[in-house]
């Protein structure tokens, strides 16, 4: 018998916004669109109304990865994270979907702050499309694509918990 009342709180995963909504105290979330090279974070305001791009952190091993965005979340008093599913245009999900979930799961792992996996198809198509459209150049499209992505999903699912609150 083993005692677990020493061990950490477990963070959880959700699919639906309503039921992430109910596990948050007052505070920020953090959008990330995770990626296989980079994590792009986005920021939303106090009062969730407004995601704003963050950072984008260039991807090594989980466990670094994890004690930067842990660390970026306690300076921002963060209560939950939302997590872009990349499925596939039909719905299914491939090898990045996945990747997505085992990345939800080590972070539930490390930290009590729950996780909303949220649908994000076409968000990096969206984010490329604003960029150009604001003429910016490849260079800078590379530079910001992730974390704008990241700001699309984040700004969906605040948008959606506030139609829910209403």
């Known amino acids: ?12 995963t ?5 039921a992430f909504a109910k596990l948050l105290g007052p505070g920020r979330l953090i959008g990330i669109d995770a990626g296989t090279k980079t994590l792009g974070l986005a920021l939303s305001d106090v009062t969730r109304a407004i995601g704003s791009a963050l950072e984008t952190i260039q991807r090594t091993k989980f466990s670094v990865d994890a004690k ?11 209560q939950g994270f ?30 009590p702050l ?3 996996l949220w649908d994000e198809r076409l968000t990096t198509v969206e984010a490329e499309r604003m960029l150009i459209q604001a003429d ?3 260079k800078r499209r590379a530079e910001v694509i992730d974390k704008l ?4 999903i984040l700004q969906g699912a605040l948008d959606r918990m506030r139609l829910l609150n209403r």
């Open 1 to 12: 018998m083993t005692d677990d009342s020493k061990a950490s709180p477990r963070g959880v």
């Open 14 to 18: 959700v699919g639906d916004a309503e």
């Open 68 to 78: 930067r965005l842990l660390d970026i979340t306690a300076k921002h008093s963060v």
């Open 82 to 111: 939302v997590l872009g599913l990349p499925s596939n245009l039909d719905g299914t999900e491939g090898p990045r979907a996945q990747a997505t979930r085992a990345f939800a799961r080590n972070l539930n792992a490390l930290t």
């Open 114 to 116: 729950p996780v909303l």
């Open 136 to 138: 910016a150049s490849r």
């Open 149 to 152: 992505a990241a700001t699309l």
